[in-house]
Protein backbone atom coordinates (compact mmCIF):
# COMPACT_ATOMS: atom_id res chain seq x y z
CA UNK A 1 0.00 0.00 0.00
CA UNK A 2 1.53 3.31 -0.85
CA UNK A 3 1.91 5.41 2.50
CA UNK A 4 -0.35 8.07 2.96
CA UNK A 5 0.25 9.64 6.76
CA UNK A 6 4.00 10.61 7.50
CA UNK A 7 5.52 12.52 11.08
CA UNK A 8 7.14 15.50 9.16
CA UNK A 9 10.90 16.27 10.79
CA UNK A 10 13.96 18.43 9.39
CA UNK A 11 15.32 15.39 8.64
CA UNK A 12 13.00 14.23 6.17
CA UNK A 13 11.47 17.38 4.72
CA UNK A 14 13.32 18.10 1.63
CA UNK A 15 12.06 14.70 0.68
CA UNK A 16 8.69 15.07 1.98
CA UNK A 17 7.48 18.29 1.31
CA UNK A 18 9.47 19.14 -1.85
CA UNK A 19 10.35 16.06 -3.85
CA UNK A 20 6.50 14.30 -2.86
CA UNK A 21 4.70 17.18 -3.68
CA UNK A 22 6.08 17.04 -7.13
CA UNK A 23 4.30 13.96 -7.60
CA UNK A 24 0.64 14.37 -5.53
CA UNK A 25 -0.72 17.11 -3.35
CA UNK A 26 1.13 17.43 0.00
CA UNK A 27 -1.42 18.24 2.78
CA UNK A 28 1.07 19.69 6.02
CA UNK A 29 -0.65 19.49 9.35
CA UNK A 30 1.04 21.98 11.73
CA UNK A 31 0.18 20.61 15.51
CA UNK A 32 1.09 20.35 19.34
CA UNK A 33 0.51 18.19 22.23
CA UNK A 34 -1.04 21.56 24.34
CA UNK A 35 -3.35 22.52 21.35
CA UNK A 36 -7.46 21.28 21.64
CA UNK A 37 -8.37 22.56 18.32
CA UNK A 38 -5.53 20.37 16.80
CA UNK A 39 -6.93 17.07 18.64
CA UNK A 40 -9.83 18.24 17.23
CA UNK A 41 -8.53 18.33 13.48
CA UNK A 42 -5.83 15.82 13.64
CA UNK A 43 -8.81 12.59 13.34
CA UNK A 44 -11.01 14.36 10.80
CA UNK A 45 -7.50 14.67 8.15
CA UNK A 46 -6.37 10.78 9.65
CA UNK A 47 -9.86 9.63 8.45
CA UNK A 48 -9.58 11.58 4.71
CA UNK A 49 -6.29 10.31 4.13
CA UNK A 50 -6.70 6.66 4.71
CA UNK A 51 -10.00 7.03 2.79
CA UNK A 52 -8.27 8.28 -0.38
CA UNK A 53 -5.49 5.79 0.26
CA UNK A 54 -2.42 7.80 -0.89
CA UNK A 55 -4.27 10.18 -3.32
CA UNK A 56 -2.89 12.73 -1.30
CA UNK A 57 0.16 12.54 1.66
CA UNK A 58 -0.77 13.38 5.04
CA UNK A 59 2.48 15.44 6.80
CA UNK A 60 2.11 15.69 10.20
CA UNK A 61 4.16 18.13 11.75
CA UNK A 62 4.71 18.94 15.74
CA UNK A 63 5.55 22.50 16.03
CA UNK A 64 6.74 21.99 19.47
CA UNK A 65 9.99 19.42 18.37
CA UNK A 66 10.31 20.92 14.93
CA UNK A 67 10.27 24.73 15.75
CA UNK A 68 12.60 25.84 13.44
CA UNK A 69 10.67 23.76 10.29
CA UNK A 70 7.01 25.84 11.28
CA UNK A 71 8.51 29.03 11.28
CA UNK A 72 10.05 28.62 7.87
CA UNK A 73 6.35 27.63 6.37
CA UNK A 74 5.38 31.00 8.33
CA UNK A 75 3.26 29.67 10.64
CA UNK A 76 1.24 31.77 13.43
CA UNK A 77 -1.24 29.65 14.86
CA UNK A 78 -2.13 26.45 15.83
CA UNK A 79 -3.09 23.98 14.21
CA UNK A 80 -2.60 25.62 10.20
CA UNK A 81 -3.17 23.14 7.79
CA UNK A 82 -1.68 23.83 4.14
CA UNK A 83 -1.42 21.86 0.57
CA UNK A 84 1.68 21.97 -1.53
CA UNK A 85 2.10 21.21 -5.02
CA UNK A 86 5.22 20.78 -6.66
CA UNK A 87 7.25 22.69 -3.83
CA UNK A 88 4.29 25.72 -3.28
CA UNK A 89 1.86 26.30 -1.05
CA UNK A 90 -1.25 26.52 -3.08
CA UNK A 91 -4.38 26.55 -0.17
CA UNK A 92 -4.74 25.68 3.75
CA UNK A 93 -6.28 27.11 6.78
CA UNK A 94 -5.96 28.31 10.15
CA UNK A 95 -7.73 26.25 13.02
CA UNK A 96 -10.32 23.53 13.08
CA UNK A 97 -12.68 23.41 10.48
CA UNK A 98 -15.35 20.64 9.49
CA UNK A 99 -14.65 17.78 7.54
CA UNK A 100 -17.16 18.75 4.68
CA UNK A 101 -15.34 22.23 4.06
CA UNK A 102 -12.14 20.15 4.28
CA UNK A 103 -13.38 17.89 1.55
CA UNK A 104 -14.27 20.97 -0.94
CA UNK A 105 -10.50 21.76 -0.64
CA UNK A 106 -9.04 18.77 -1.37
CA UNK A 107 -11.43 18.16 -4.26
CA UNK A 108 -9.84 20.85 -6.25
CA UNK A 109 -6.69 18.91 -6.17
CA UNK A 110 -7.83 15.82 -5.80
CA UNK A 111 -9.19 13.37 -8.72
CA UNK A 112 -13.09 12.28 -7.28
CA UNK A 113 -13.02 9.12 -5.44
CA UNK A 114 -15.67 7.72 -8.55
CA UNK A 115 -12.82 8.21 -10.82
CA UNK A 116 -10.37 6.21 -8.49
CA UNK A 117 -12.33 3.22 -8.47
CA UNK A 118 -13.37 3.74 -12.18
CA UNK A 119 -9.85 3.48 -12.42
CA UNK A 120 -9.31 0.26 -10.52
CA UNK A 121 -12.52 -1.37 -12.15
CA UNK A 122 -10.92 -0.51 -16.00
CA UNK A 123 -7.41 -2.33 -14.76
CA UNK A 124 -9.26 -5.06 -13.29
CA UNK A 125 -11.54 -5.32 -17.15
CA UNK A 126 -7.85 -5.52 -18.36
CA UNK A 127 -6.77 -8.59 -16.29
CA UNK A 128 -10.23 -10.14 -17.10
CA UNK A 129 -11.18 -10.13 -13.22
CA UNK A 130 -14.85 -9.02 -14.07
CA UNK A 131 -16.24 -10.08 -11.11
CA UNK A 132 -14.21 -7.83 -8.84
CA UNK A 133 -14.96 -5.06 -11.32
CA UNK A 134 -18.37 -5.20 -11.28
CA UNK A 135 -18.72 -4.01 -7.33
CA UNK A 136 -16.40 -1.48 -7.89
CA UNK A 137 -18.40 -0.02 -10.76
CA UNK A 138 -21.81 -0.20 -8.91
CA UNK A 139 -20.46 2.01 -6.37
CA UNK A 140 -18.74 4.40 -8.49
CA UNK A 141 -21.89 4.34 -10.42
CA UNK A 142 -23.79 5.42 -8.06
CA UNK A 143 -21.89 7.67 -5.96
CA UNK A 144 -21.35 9.61 -9.07
CA UNK A 145 -24.70 10.33 -9.25
CA UNK A 146 -25.01 7.64 -12.15
CA UNK A 147 -22.27 9.57 -14.57
CA UNK A 148 -22.76 8.46 -18.49
CA UNK A 149 -19.72 7.38 -18.66
CA UNK A 150 -19.18 5.06 -15.59
CA UNK A 151 -22.80 4.03 -16.69
CA UNK A 152 -21.35 2.72 -20.18
CA UNK A 153 -18.77 1.00 -18.33
CA UNK A 154 -20.74 -0.81 -15.98
CA UNK A 155 -23.35 -1.77 -18.43
CA UNK A 156 -20.63 -3.19 -21.05
CA UNK A 157 -19.66 -5.79 -18.18
CA UNK A 158 -23.06 -6.94 -16.91
CA UNK A 159 -23.55 -7.43 -20.77
CA UNK A 160 -20.43 -9.73 -20.19
CA UNK A 161 -21.87 -11.21 -17.29
CA UNK A 162 -24.89 -11.88 -19.31
CA UNK A 163 -26.80 -9.67 -17.21
CA UNK A 164 -29.13 -8.59 -19.46
CA UNK A 165 -31.81 -6.81 -17.32
CA UNK A 166 -29.50 -5.23 -15.28
CA UNK A 167 -27.74 -3.93 -18.45
CA UNK A 168 -30.83 -2.55 -20.05
CA UNK A 169 -32.26 -0.66 -16.61
CA UNK A 170 -28.56 0.97 -16.87
CA UNK A 171 -28.67 1.90 -20.57
CA UNK A 172 -32.05 2.88 -20.14
CA UNK A 173 -31.17 5.71 -17.65
CA UNK A 174 -28.18 7.30 -20.12
CA UNK A 175 -29.81 10.73 -21.42
CA UNK A 176 -29.80 11.80 -24.65
CA UNK A 177 -26.81 14.16 -24.90
CA UNK A 178 -24.73 11.22 -23.63
CA UNK A 179 -26.10 8.56 -26.45
CA UNK A 180 -22.75 8.41 -28.40
CA UNK A 181 -21.08 5.75 -30.47
CA UNK A 182 -20.18 3.64 -27.61
CA UNK A 183 -23.46 3.79 -26.08
CA UNK A 184 -25.35 2.69 -29.68
CA UNK A 185 -22.99 0.06 -29.80
CA UNK A 186 -23.82 -1.06 -26.10
CA UNK A 187 -27.42 -1.07 -27.13
CA UNK A 188 -26.75 -3.19 -30.13
CA UNK A 189 -24.86 -5.76 -27.91
CA UNK A 190 -28.19 -5.60 -25.71
CA UNK A 191 -30.31 -6.45 -28.74
CA UNK A 192 -28.41 -9.76 -29.63
CA UNK A 193 -28.16 -10.79 -26.07
CA UNK A 194 -31.63 -10.57 -25.91
CA UNK A 195 -32.44 -12.26 -28.88
CA UNK A 196 -29.86 -15.17 -27.81
CA UNK A 197 -31.23 -15.18 -24.21
CA UNK A 198 -33.94 -17.82 -24.77
CA UNK A 199 -31.89 -21.67 -25.75
CA UNK A 200 -34.55 -24.15 -26.93
CA UNK A 201 -34.39 -25.56 -23.05
CA UNK A 202 -35.50 -22.51 -21.65
CA UNK A 203 -38.22 -21.67 -24.19
CA UNK A 204 -39.75 -25.77 -23.80
CA UNK A 205 -39.66 -25.27 -19.85
CA UNK A 206 -41.77 -21.80 -20.34
CA UNK A 207 -43.93 -23.23 -22.55
CA UNK A 208 -44.32 -26.71 -19.98
CA UNK A 209 -44.85 -24.22 -16.98
CA UNK A 210 -47.84 -21.58 -18.82
CA UNK A 211 -49.54 -24.55 -19.69
CA UNK A 212 -49.40 -26.04 -15.96
CA UNK A 213 -48.26 -23.38 -13.93
CA UNK A 214 -48.40 -25.93 -10.67
CA UNK A 215 -45.51 -28.06 -12.63
CA UNK A 216 -42.95 -27.92 -9.64
CA UNK A 217 -40.20 -29.73 -11.12
CA UNK A 218 -40.55 -27.81 -14.54
CA UNK A 219 -40.10 -24.64 -12.48
CA UNK A 220 -37.06 -25.92 -10.71
CA UNK A 221 -35.44 -26.80 -13.96
CA UNK A 222 -36.43 -23.56 -16.15
CA UNK A 223 -34.80 -21.59 -12.66
CA UNK A 224 -31.61 -23.87 -12.89
CA UNK A 225 -31.26 -23.04 -17.05
CA UNK A 226 -32.10 -19.63 -16.12
CA UNK A 227 -28.98 -19.63 -13.57
CA UNK A 228 -26.57 -21.03 -16.36
CA UNK A 229 -27.52 -18.20 -18.93
CA UNK A 230 -26.56 -15.94 -15.89
CA UNK A 231 -30.55 -15.02 -16.00
CA UNK A 232 -30.12 -14.20 -12.19
CA UNK A 233 -33.04 -12.31 -11.54
CA UNK A 234 -35.73 -14.55 -13.60
CA UNK A 235 -33.79 -17.54 -11.62
CA UNK A 236 -34.68 -16.38 -8.48
CA UNK A 237 -37.98 -15.08 -9.28
CA UNK A 238 -38.86 -18.17 -10.73
CA UNK A 239 -37.44 -20.55 -7.41
CA UNK A 240 -39.26 -18.00 -5.21
CA UNK A 241 -42.35 -18.62 -6.69
CA UNK A 242 -41.81 -22.49 -6.47
CA UNK A 243 -40.04 -22.45 -2.78
CA UNK A 244 -43.61 -20.50 -1.49
CA UNK A 245 -45.43 -23.19 -2.75
CA UNK A 246 -43.41 -25.88 -1.35
CA UNK A 247 -39.97 -24.85 0.92
CA UNK A 248 -38.22 -28.22 1.17
CA UNK A 249 -38.83 -29.09 -2.61
CA UNK A 250 -36.27 -31.64 -3.62
CA UNK A 251 -35.05 -32.22 0.03
CA UNK A 252 -34.01 -28.62 0.16
CA UNK A 253 -32.28 -28.36 -3.53
CA UNK A 254 -34.46 -25.31 -4.42
CA UNK A 255 -33.74 -23.40 -1.20
CA UNK A 256 -30.17 -24.28 -1.49
CA UNK A 257 -29.90 -23.17 -5.18
CA UNK A 258 -31.69 -20.31 -4.45
CA UNK A 259 -29.15 -19.40 -1.79
CA UNK A 260 -25.96 -20.15 -4.04
CA UNK A 261 -27.30 -17.53 -6.79
CA UNK A 262 -27.49 -15.02 -4.08
CA UNK A 263 -24.50 -15.81 -3.13
CA UNK A 264 -22.85 -15.73 -6.40
CA UNK A 265 -23.84 -12.45 -7.10
CA UNK A 266 -22.04 -10.74 -4.34
CA UNK A 267 -22.57 -8.88 -1.12
CA UNK A 268 -24.12 -5.41 -2.06
CA UNK A 269 -25.29 -6.26 -5.39
CA UNK A 270 -28.95 -4.97 -5.78
CA UNK A 271 -30.32 -7.81 -6.85
CA UNK A 272 -28.86 -10.21 -4.46
CA UNK A 273 -29.99 -7.54 -1.60
CA UNK A 274 -33.93 -7.46 -2.80
CA UNK A 275 -34.28 -11.95 -3.35
CA UNK A 276 -31.94 -12.23 0.53
CA UNK A 277 -34.97 -10.26 1.91
CA UNK A 278 -37.36 -11.87 0.34
CA UNK A 279 -36.34 -15.25 1.57
CA UNK A 280 -36.02 -14.00 4.68
CA UNK A 281 -39.90 -12.71 4.30
CA UNK A 282 -40.74 -16.11 3.25
CA UNK A 283 -38.48 -17.99 6.32
CA UNK A 284 -39.75 -15.57 8.83
Known amino acids: MEEFIVDVT ?11 SMKRP ?17 PVLEKLAAEY ?3 FLLAKLNADTEQALAGQLGVRSLPTVMVLKDGQPVDGFAGAQPERQIREMLDKYLPAPWDIQLQQAQQMIGEGNLDEALPILRQAYSDS ?15 EKNRVKDAEQILGKILMA ?20 DSPEIKSLQQTLADNPDDQEAAYKLAVQL ?3 DRHEEALETLLQLLRK ?11 AY ?9 GDPVATTYQRKLMTLLF
Do not use: T
Open 53 to 55: AGQ
Open 246 to 256: DLGFADGAAKQ
Open 10 to 20: AHNAQQVLIEE
Open 26 to 42: VVVDVWADWCEPCKQLM
Open 178 to 197: DQDADYQQLLAQLELKQQAA
Open 259 to 267: LDIVKALGA
Open 227 to 229: SQA
Open 145 to 159: GERADIAKQYAAVLL
